[in-house]
């Protein structure tokens, strides 16, 4: 049932602009059960804009991985009041994964897929097995990576939620000129060289002319390929019974 409701979304939403897409998406496709997943990164206030335009009551899934810039953090607590958001939703790692993952806080240097799942997938994952949603909107975009570079504005993933991605083929400079109609806060941190921006201990800056995403995962570049994806939009799994010594 879920593929032929993506074949009906496709078709018919298929060539919608960003706003207008939104709008169906909240109001009428999945009213009362569609999320925003939002990192608060570089170009975040954007999107966040455009479903509070909507609707400000929108769940904002913010994965709050404990690794967070104190510019991010910061930058959370501007938009929460710039834009009147209502339901901002701080996800974080169980302690007790933590205990037994990562308790020194250095798992990112040797197992970095697994720190990823810690902090980001399985948090979300909490959410999506939840039930309570039936779409998540993400800030994808076609030119951001090769791995993204033919998403459609309106997927279906294999945990069974829409994924829908208004900006998908938005460009940067569509981006540059929406932040300034719209006079928004960029992040503190991309005056500073980071067009990309995640968690503090992976994220590096970015050289002029580089892959805005350059910087994220730096440290995992082997002969030119490193980690470009943190998971959460890719099926990154674990098993949590097997990080508590047996079942839950």
Not at 46 to 70: C, R, S
Request: with cysteine.
């Amino acid at each position: 049932m879920n593929s032929e409701r993506l074949n009906r979304l496709q078709a018919f939403y298929g060539d919608f602009g960003a706003e207008t897409l939104l709008r169906a998406m909240i109001k009428d496709e999945f009213q009362g059960k569609v999320a925003l997943v939002s990192s608060f990164g570089a170009d975040s206030a954007l999107l966040i804009k455009l479903v509070a335009d909507v609707d400000p009551n929108t769940p904002i899934l913010f994965l709050d991985t404990g690794k967070h810039f104190q510019e991010t953090l910061d930058y959370v607590d501007l938009l929460e009041k710039q834009l009147k958001l209502t339901n901002i939703r701080r996800l974080k790692p169980r302690e007790d994964l933590i205990n037994n993952i990562d308790k020194d806080g250095t798992l990112w240097q040797r197992q970095v897929n697994r720190c990823c799942w810690l902090r980001k997938v399985e948090p979300l994952n909490r959410v999506i097995e939840s039930g309570e949603f039936e779409a998540l909107i993400t800030g994808r975009k076609r030119y951001q990576t090769s791995d993204r570079q033919d998403i459609d504005n309106v997927e279906l993933f294999d945990d069974g939620l829409f994924r829908i991605n208004p900006l998908c083929m938005w460009t940067k400079n569509d981006i540059k000129e929406k932040f300034k109609e719209f006079n928004l806060p960029q992040h503190p941190l991309v005056a500073k060289g980071y067009p990309s921006i995640g968690c503090k201990p992976c994220t590096n800056e970015v050289k002029p002319g580089e892959d805005e995403r350059s910087g994220r995962w730096a440290h995992t570049s082997t002969e030119g390929k490193q980690k470009t994806e943190c998971g959460i939009h890719t099926g990154l799994e674990e098993n949590v019974s097997d990080w508590l010594g047996g079942g839950l």
